[in-house]
């Protein structure tokens, strides 16, 4: 297990993001509630982990490293946000930010200069993922998944799965969740997705037998796919649209209908609330 703390070479930008983060905390290591987790460019030209307090309107840059990171996804307490680290040149690297230590442990390290880690997820304790290799910089073929067990307290090695493996029919279980364009309420009484209504793509909300629409939505944002999640409470949505037809951003809907909310500008992929 490889530690190292977000404190590298520029320690005011450390002491700075330090306070940030507690910022968006109640009580030791608890962040508030309604939290994303997202990924932008806005302000380099590669991409950075963010965190967004919804209530307080709170941005916070999360990753510094010269490197585009991707992916994030929350453990189920809430309390660690993986990612992954995209090096050209180099193999993909998969980090754990623990806001408990405020520390980024480095989890998978890749050798080869064309291996790259896909859709990873966490399954209790443990992340699983998929191991690809990258035929050109744009071509990318998935080859194996993969799991990390113990990340909470001391890391193993990197095991194939095998199929059959229960851990893994449950990774492929919600990934394929986690692939719709659609989200179901906790107690399934009612589901948000995407449906055309009158020759227009819409936001609409199914409950009760009835369909709902509740916003418009771009057809690019439909073609690309606009990533739905509905909010822990299930009382709202965020969802990907974009932006005079140039950028994604990340907006906010109440599922009883209303205006939206735009919650990111400049760009904004990868929404995540935090359990």
């Given at each position: 297990m490889i530690v190292y703390p977000l404190l590298k070479a520029m320690s005011l930008v450390g002491v700075m993001m330090g306070l940030l983060v507690l910022l968006l905390m109640t009580a030791g290591s608890r962040l508030s509630t309604d939290v994303l987790a997202y990924v932008s460019t806005q302000q380099t030209m590669h991409s950075d982990v963010y965190l967004l307090d919804v209530n307080r309107g709170i941005h916070q840059r999360m990753t510094y490293a010269v490197t585009n990171e991707l992916t994030p996804q929350w453990s189920a307490n809430g309390e660690r946000l993986l990612y992954v680290s995209r090096r050209w040149g180099q193999g993909d690297r998969l980090y754990v930010f623990d806001f408990a230590t405020h520390e980024h442990r480095l989890v998978v390290s890749h050798t080869g200069d064309r291996a790259v880690i896909l859709n990873p997820l966490w399954i209790d304790d443990t992340i699983v993922y998929m191991q690809g290799i990258r035929r050109t910089s744009t071509v990318i073929y998935p080859e194996m998944p993969v799991a990390v067990d113990n990340v909470a307290v001391s890391?193993?090695?990197?095991?194939?799965?095998?199929?059959?493996?229960?851990?893994?029919?449950?990774?492929?279980?919600?990934?394929?969740?986690?692939?719709?364009?659609?989200?179901?309420?906790?107690?399934?009484?009612?589901?948000?997705?995407?449906?055309?209504?009158?020759?227009?793509?819409?936001l609409v909300v199914i409950e009760d037998g009835r369909i709902n629409p509740i916003v418009f939505l771009s057809n690019m944002a439909v073609f690309n796919g606009p990533t739905i999640r509905l909010s822990p409470d299930g009382e709202s949505a965020i969802y990907l649209d974009f932006v005079r037809d140039q950028w994604l951003d990340v907006f906010l809907i109440d599922v009883a209908g209303g205006e939206p909310r735009r919650l990111t500008t400049r760009g904004a992929v990868y929404p995540e609330w935090r359990p």
């Open positions: 890391l193993s090695e990197p095991r194939p799965l095998a199929d059959g493996d229960p851990l893994l029919a449950t990774y492929l279980e919600q990934r394929a969740i986690k692939a719709q364009q659609s989200v179901t309420s906790r107690d399934g009484s009612r589901v948000i997705t995407v449906d055309e209504i009158a020759g227009q793509w819409s």
